[in-house]
């Protein structure tokens, strides 16, 4: 079993990466592998919605995002960390994660499909439950089990310092972590039991303007 956690902070090391890391250090007292995927600073072309990308199964700008989703396809779970920037999602990681989840739901390809997955959120003060929210419909239009924790995913702190003393924030990764490995545990022992996956139902698009 391995969990992917990506950082969709500019600072590869900085308050998203110190709460991602709780939750990776949970993750692995429970037995399960975790890798790093930091978005950083490189700029990223904003999500088309074509036609095209449906029809390929990849999306037509060629740059990172297809080679993060072939990446992202061998893991089981998934943990994304964003920091809070004007009351949002930073603004590296929008256009990042919106291709990346289209290409994959829209193609049919669905890499992320019955998969777990959680969202993190870092800020100093506000915010928080804004991106929260924005994060977490990345998962739900998806078909992913979203796992949650004893509060809303979020630490507080202007530095990674700080983010370590929100102690309350801090058991809230713990939790999801270990919620995070029971649910995988539980997939595991589905899968062994034989217990089939629902079937692939094809996309209804319905339209109000023809």
């Known amino acids: ?5 990506v950082n969709g902070s500019p600072h590869e090391k900085g308050c998203t990466y110190t709460a991602l890391r709780e939750v990776a ?21 904003p999500c088309r919605h074509c036609c095209a990308c449906r029809k390929l199964g990849r999306c037509v700008i060629k740059d990172r995002v297809n080679d993060f989703v072939d990446y992202a396809a061998g893991f089981d779970g998934y943990v994304i960390g964003s920091p809070v920037h004007y009351g949002s999602m930073c603004g590296v990681a929008v256009p990042f994660l919106d291709r990346a989840f289209y290409v994959s739901f829209m193609s049919g390809r669905n890499i992320f499909r019955l998969k777990p997955a959680a969202a993190v959120v870092s800020a100093r003060r506000a915010g928080t439950t804004a991106t929260f929210d924005q994060l977490n419909k990345y998962f739900l239009i998806s078909q992913m089990t979203v ?35 029971y649910q995988l545990k539980c997939l595991e022992a589905a899968r062994k039991a034989g217990v089939q996956p629902p079937a692939w139902e094809p996309d209804v698009l319905t339209n109000f303007i023809h």
């Open 1 to 5: 079993m391995k969990v992917l956690l």
């Open 25 to 45: 250090d949970a993750l692995n007292s429970e037995g399960v592998e975790t890798e790093f995927y930091t978005i950083g600073t490189e700029a990223t072309a």
């Open 147 to 181: 796992i949650g924790s004893r509060y809303w995913n979020m630490v507080h702190g202007m530095t990674p310092e700080d983010v370590r003393k929100d102690e309350e924030g801090m058991q809230t990764m713990r939790i999801l972590g270990r919620n995070m490995a």
